[in-house]
């Protein structure tokens, strides 16, 4: 084996190991005592305890916004989704100054600070006295989930072969036949990557959330924010299961997506 690549090799274990270690290390927190947490020397080896998970599923407030954030953020990436894909799927086949623009303003949506789109939202919904309300979070989040997805998703449709398209239609194929039959199913794993991408874009959401909702509404991120406390008295092993929770739903989804894609690659491979 060469040298240089026994070197990118050993960077990209470092670089593994980098991503890994905070992930462990707040695993192996979350089932510490107090005790054990604040020492000089970090513990390796300690007698785990359930007693910070059990304190974190066991409040209603945890679920409540567990259950927020499932349903907000599935509506949202599933309706950015059914906007977004075919939006990507037109700005890649029709290449004119409007479907330009639009490209441009889907990104452009990702530039402006979160804060910029909290206050007039905000004013919006407590007009509409949709304030603290699971509708009006999913609309604004889909200005994340829209924008994301079109953006991620364009690039996967120019990479489908025209020729295919151009065949189909000779069969007597639809445009929506084209769309749904041919161009999707190529690009469905890269389009399937921009929707995973959004759904942890919008679950990981912290200040939209906090300026958008008060006591219905709250979020996963809000409710663990909440667990932490001022001065020596911080709960350490219970913000650290918070976070364990809050890492769980992404965690799984990118698995998923990436089980999927190892399955595709080596299919093409085998043939």
Not at 49 to 73: K, Q
Not at 118 to 143: E, K
Request: contains cysteine.
């Amino acid at each position: 084996m060469k040298p240089v690549t026994l070197i990118l090799r050993g960077l990209l274990v470092l670089a593994a190991l980098l991503v890994l270690l905070p992930l462990v290390w707040t695993l192996l927190n979350a089932f510490k005592t107090n005790a054990d947490l604040l020492v000089s020397t970090p513990k390796l080896i300690f007698a785990p305890v359930w007693d910070n998970m059990d304190y974190v599923l066991g409040r209603r407030s945890v679920s409540r916004a567990l259950m927020n954030s499932l349903v907000v953020c599935s509506y949202a990436v599933l309706l950015g989704a059914v906007l977004g894909v075919p939006a990507a799927y037109v700005i890649a086949r029709i290449k004119n100054r409007a479907t330009q623009e639009a490209q441009f303003f889907a990104l452009s949506l990702r530039f402006l600070p979160p804060v910029a789109v909290a206050i007039p939202m905000m004013v919006i919904w407590l007009g509409l006295d949709m304030y603290d309300s699971r509708p009006a979070l999913i609309i604004t989040y889909m200005t994340i989930t829209v924008s994301i997805t079109i953006w991620l998703s364009v690039p996967a449709f120019e990479r489908v072969p025209i020729a295919i398209e151009e065949a189909a239609r000779v069969d007597r194929l639809g445009p929506y036949a084209v769309f749904f039959r041919i161009a999707l199913p190529v690009a469905k794993l890269q389009v399937l990557s921009a929707i995973a991408f959004s759904f942890i874009l919008v679950w990981n959401e912290f200040l939209l959330a906090m300026m958008l909702t008060t006591s219905r509404a709250k979020t996963l991120p809000i409710i663990a924010s909440e667990m932490s406390q001022l001065g020596m008295s911080v709960p350490w092993g219970i913000l650290n299961a918070a976070v364990v929770l809050l890492s769980l739903p992404p965690l799984i989804l990118l698995a998923l997506v990436g089980t999927g894609l190892n399955t595709a690659f080596s299919k093409k491979s085998s043939e």
